[in-house]
């Protein structure tokens, strides 16, 4: 993955993070915001039911408490009491009591619990209201609520009961009014909020009126039911959240611990889901314009940072191809101009560097070739020298002998010539190594033959050659001669790590791309520092020899297009690895 690609997707995940973040944030803030709001409303609607509830509950036993208190009343007791009173007289007294007292439920009942009169249900005449004579302390009782029996109908009425005592004979009045769509109406709605009311067994009033659909709040009225106490409950009416309702219901209790009803106060929550989602619309759109951003960002970016920077790359890449002259173009004076100006600046002393150390090496090995050429031909020229002097010698004081010494002193010239000859001619071949001629060769086969040159060497030193070729090595194109001649010398160089005997491993494997060449010995071993300098041409660590073989070997190695590595520890022995394409 570029940078530049990096650069967007951090830009991208920034801006989606932030957003995301933000706006899970302001929708939590703006949910509590609305949740309180509500609450608060609901709140203050449930205290205006309680004043209210208390207001009427005031008045209806007010209403009743005149009507027990009022002359006509008392003189109806009164005549009723009588041994030969007659109820039915009075019979329709109850409406227009009723009616002038504002009471949608009044009836006058007897001591023995018949009612006498009853004004939203005349025909009631007679029947018995036995729950009525079951209490004696009526004039101290708060309204409560009952259900009333209507022709038609039930409803939820709120009822006070008072007691006319006269001589012997009592008469109890039942007044009160319904909780109906008119008890609804009195209350102040803030806008989005609606009051219900249900009574039992399964109505539920607003005030426009029944409502037929009441299904969605069969759980919350059977909550309340249940726990006799309020309840708050989202109510999904269909049609998606906009159309949700937060209702708290307030449970409506008989004198006997009954459930009368509930009073439910719904909160539509319409304006909480389009400003959701008017929030969530704003984070499409702030996201979207963050990936603008992001991407202008990304183009200015790639402009000031990652062009510069590719072209850095571009030049440390051909400073690694061994291209020192290697210069990027300076743009601004910013950390990365910079870099720039040091990265050219570094190239330059790189390159200086790099002719000093030419120049160094250079020096080195003439000095290093003229010490081993001098140490070579010092050998040969020291007995030259004493065959000469020993001519002379003989010529002049044994001219008799001359012959005889002439004759041995010319063999043994001859052999020391031979000898310049040959360290003239190493010296030679290493410095006119020819390019190699390329031809299929088996690997394998070139190994075997190699080895082969060495048996009787081997034997004789005491070494155990371990032989571990491999079945999957392909041919390879080398020039056969060059390539036995490197494995010749790597073995010479083993065997001359193993004056004592030791074990010879010799390996070839396939390789990704290539195959491979291994060779190990258990000699004495090699430091680091001998390592490093093992391939110098003329460096050796023997007393004999003129430090090219295995100078030879790495130009071979490397005139195939290969590479050759050491691996060796004191006393540990030493593997030499040859990679070939």
């Given at each position: 993955m570029t940078f530049r690609t990096r650069l967007l997707l951090l830009f991208l995940l920034t801006v989606v993070v932030v957003v995301l973040v933000a706006g899970a944030i302001v929708s939590a803030a703006t949910r509590r915001a609305f949740e309180r709001m509500d609450a608060q409303r609901v709140a203050a609607l449930v205290a205006q039911f309680g004043r209210e509830f208390a207001r009427r509950s005031h008045d209806i036993a007010q209403r009743v408490q005149d009507i027990a208190t009022a002359d006509s009343t008392l003189s109806l007791a009164i005549n009723l009491g009588r041994p030969d009173a007659e109820p039915a007289a009075y019979v329709n007294d109850a409406q227009p009591l009723a009616a002038a007292h504002n009471l949608d439920f009044l009836e006058l009942v007897s001591a023995s619990g018949a009612i006498v009169s009853s004004a939203q249900w005349p025909a009631r005449f007679g029947y018995q209201e036995d729950w009525v004579t079951q209490r004696d302390n009526w004039n101290a009782t708060n309204p409560f609520l009952r259900r009333e029996d209507l022709p038609t109908d039930q409803a939820l009425a709120l009822i006070a009961v008072r007691v006319v005592n006269v001589a012997d004979s009592k008469l109890y009045v039942i007044g009160g009014a319904a909780l109906d769509r008119d008890f609804l109406a009195s209350f102040t709605l803030p806008a989005g909020m609606r009051a219900l009311l249900y009574r039992e067994p399964a109505a539920v009033i607003s005030t426009a009126g029944p409502l037929q659909d009441t299904a969605a709040l069969k759980p919350l009225i059977d909550d309340v039911r249940a726990k006799r106490g309020e309840v708050t409950r989202t109510i999904a009416w269909g049609g998606g959240a906009i159309h949700d309702e937060a209702f708290h219901a307030i449970p409506l209790i008989g004198p006997d611990k009954g459930f009368m009803g509930a009073f439910l106060v719904g909160s539509s929550r319409a304006e909480q889901?389009?400003?959701?989602?008017?929030?969530?619309?704003?984070?499409?759109?702030?996201?979207?314009?963050?990936?603008?951003?992001?991407?202008?960002?990304?183009?200015?970016?790639?402009?000031r940072i990652t062009r510069p920077v590719e072209a850095l790359a571009a030049g440390a890449r051909q400073v690694a191809g061994g291209d020192w002259t290697a210069q990027v173009n300076v743009h601004g004076n910013d950390e990365i101009g910079q870099l720039a100006v040091a990265f050219n600046q570094m190239t330059r002393q790189l390159l200086e560097q790099r002719e000093r150390l030419v120049q160094t090496e250079r020096v080195a090995a003439w000095r290093e070739l003229a010490r081993r050429l001098a140490h070579e031909l010092k050998n040969p020229l020291f007995p030259l020298q004493i065959t000469v002097e020993n001519l002379q010698r003989a010529r002049e004081t044994h001219p008799e002998q001359f012959d005889e010494v002439f004759r041995e002193s010319t063999a043994t010239l001859l052999g020391e010539l031979a000898k310049l000859r040959g360290i003239v001619g190493r010296f030679s071949d290493f410095a006119r190594m020819p390019p190699p001629e390329r031809e299929t060769v088996d690997l394998n086969g070139l190994v075997r033959d190699s080895l082969k040159l060495f048996d009787a060497q081997m034997a004789a030193a005491g070494v155990t050659l371990r032989l571990e070729l491999g079945a999957g090595v392909r041919a390879i194109q080398a020039d056969p001669n060059q390539l036995g001649r490197a494995v010749q010398n790597l073995v010479l160089n083993a065997l001359d790590a193993m004056p004592s005997g030791g074990t010879l491993t010799v390996r070839t494997s396939a390789r990704e791309g290539g195959v491979r060449f291994e060779?190990?010995?258990?000699?004495?071993?090699?430091?680091?520092?001998?390592?490093?300098?093992?391939?110098?041409?003329?460096?050796?660590?023997?007393?004999?020899?003129?430090?090219?073989?295995?100078?030879?070997?790495?130009?071979?190695?490397?005139?195939h297009g290969g590479k050759i590595t050491v691996e060796s520890q004191p006393g540990q022995g030493a593997c030499f690895t040859i990679d070939l394409v």
């Amino acid at each position: 993955m570029t940078f530049r690609t990096r650069l967007l997707l951090l830009f991208l995940l920034t801006v989606v993070v932030v957003v995301l973040v933000a706006g899970a944030i302001v929708s939590a803030a703006t949910r509590r915001a609305f949740e309180r709001m509500d609450a608060q409303r609901v709140a203050a609607l449930v205290a205006q039911f309680g004043r209210e509830f208390a207001r009427r509950s005031h008045d209806i036993a007010q209403r009743v408490q005149d009507i027990a208190t009022a002359d006509s009343t008392l003189s109806l007791a009164i005549n009723l009491g009588r041994p030969d009173a007659e109820p039915a007289a009075y019979v329709n007294d109850a409406q227009p009591l009723a009616a002038a007292h504002n009471l949608d439920f009044l009836e006058l009942v007897s001591a023995s619990g018949a009612i006498v009169s009853s004004a939203q249900w005349p025909a009631r005449f007679g029947y018995q209201e036995d729950w009525v004579t079951q209490r004696d302390n009526w004039n101290a009782t708060n309204p409560f609520l009952r259900r009333e029996d209507l022709p038609t109908d039930q409803a939820l009425a709120l009822i006070a009961v008072r007691v006319v005592n006269v001589a012997d004979s009592k008469l109890y009045v039942i007044g009160g009014a319904a909780l109906d769509r008119d008890f609804l109406a009195s209350f102040t709605l803030p806008a989005g909020m609606r009051a219900l009311l249900y009574r039992e067994p399964a109505a539920v009033i607003s005030t426009a009126g029944p409502l037929q659909d009441t299904a969605a709040l069969k759980p919350l009225i059977d909550d309340v039911r249940a726990k006799r106490g309020e309840v708050t409950r989202t109510i999904a009416w269909g049609g998606g959240a906009i159309h949700d309702e937060a209702f708290h219901a307030i449970p409506l209790i008989g004198p006997d611990k009954g459930f009368m009803g509930a009073f439910l106060v719904g909160s539509s929550r319409a304006e909480q889901v389009r400003f959701e989602r008017f929030l969530g619309n704003m984070q499409l759109l702030v996201a979207a314009g963050g990936i603008g951003l992001a991407l202008l960002l990304t183009l200015w970016t790639t402009r000031r940072i990652t062009r510069p920077v590719e072209a850095l790359a571009a030049g440390a890449r051909q400073v690694a191809g061994g291209d020192w002259t290697a210069q990027v173009n300076v743009h601004g004076n910013d950390e990365i101009g910079q870099l720039a100006v040091a990265f050219n600046q570094m190239t330059r002393q790189l390159l200086e560097q790099r002719e000093r150390l030419v120049q160094t090496e250079r020096v080195a090995a003439w000095r290093e070739l003229a010490r081993r050429l001098a140490h070579e031909l010092k050998n040969p020229l020291f007995p030259l020298q004493i065959t000469v002097e020993n001519l002379q010698r003989a010529r002049e004081t044994h001219p008799e002998q001359f012959d005889e010494v002439f004759r041995e002193s010319t063999a043994t010239l001859l052999g020391e010539l031979a000898k310049l000859r040959g360290i003239v001619g190493r010296f030679s071949d290493f410095a006119r190594m020819p390019p190699p001629e390329r031809e299929t060769v088996d690997l394998n086969g070139l190994v075997r033959d190699s080895l082969k040159l060495f048996d009787a060497q081997m034997a004789a030193a005491g070494v155990t050659l371990r032989l571990e070729l491999g079945a999957g090595v392909r041919a390879i194109q080398a020039d056969p001669n060059q390539l036995g001649r490197a494995v010749q010398n790597l073995v010479l160089n083993a065997l001359d790590a193993m004056p004592s005997g030791g074990t010879l491993t010799v390996r070839t494997s396939a390789r990704e791309g290539g195959v491979r060449f291994e060779i190990a010995d258990t000699g004495q071993g090699l430091t680091p520092e001998e390592c490093r300098r093992l391939f110098t041409p003329y460096y050796t660590t023997k007393t004999h020899g003129t430090g090219l073989g295995l100078a030879i070997v790495q130009s071979v190695v490397s005139d195939h297009g290969g590479k050759i590595t050491v691996e060796s520890q004191p006393g540990q022995g030493a593997c030499f690895t040859i990679d070939l394409v």
